[in-house]
């Protein structure tokens, strides 16, 4: 990219950060040692909805990252249209189109990683919010793990998130 040498790791597919097959649990200790400067996350644009949770959950881990909205051919074929400006603006991070069995986008994505890579803003300041009661519950649990040593080099927000959905892998932190 631009004459920098960038180290990329494929890590296995997988739809979601939950832990609950090995493919998952391989990706998200990658992603939480703490190892990778940044995360590029491939989206299949066809199926946008399905492939957003693992965004989601990727922002949640507060982890800086470029959107490369993949098979936008397809999406558009199919009728789907996505504003990836928009979708930037939502989600807090560079969002790129892209068709990679066509190399469409690839300097795209080059550029976006490099600018994340510099940029001191690099991670999202987007936060699911879970309605009223449940981010009551949030900010409790929250609050109680910001004095528990073994919460640190976590996000916070993500680690309660987890926690309150029964992740038995985050709850072997506390153990």
């Known amino acids: 990219c631009r004459?920098?040498?960038?180290?990329?790791?494929?890590?296995?597919?997988?739809?979601?950060?939950?832990?609950?097959?090995?493919?998952?649990r391989i990706a998200r200790g990658f992603l939480l040692s703490g190892e990778p400067d940044l995360v590029l996350d491939v989206v299949d644009a066809s199926n946008l909805e399905r492939n957003l949770v693992l965004t989601f959950q990727l922002l949640e881990m507060r982890m800086p990252m470029v959107v490369s909205l993949n098979m936008m051919d397809v999406a558009e074929g199919g009728g789907v249209r996505i504003d990836p400006k928009r979708l930037s603006e939502q989600l807090g991070v560079r969002v790129v189109p892209t068709v990679a069995k066509k190399g469409r986008g690839k300097k795209e994505?080059?550029?976006?990683?490099?600018?994340?890579?510099?940029?001191?803003?690099?991670?999202?300041?987007?936060r699911l919010d879970y309605g009223p009661q449940l981010e009551q519950?949030?900010?409790?649990?929250?609050?109680?793990?910001?004095?528990d040593d073994r919460a640190s080099g976590y996000d916070l927000r993500w680690l309660t998130v987890r926690l309150m959905a029964g992740d038995q892998e985050v709850r072997k932190i506390f153990a």
Do not use: I, R
């Open 3 to 24: 004459g920098h040498k960038l180290t990329l790791v494929d890590l296995p597919g997988t739809y979601s950060m939950t832990s609950y097959s090995l493919e998952e």
């Open 137 to 147: 519950s949030l900010a409790t649990v929250e609050q109680a793990l910001a004095a």
């Open 109 to 126: 994505v080059c550029e976006a990683l490099m600018s994340t890579y510099k940029s001191k803003d690099a991670v999202s300041d987007f």
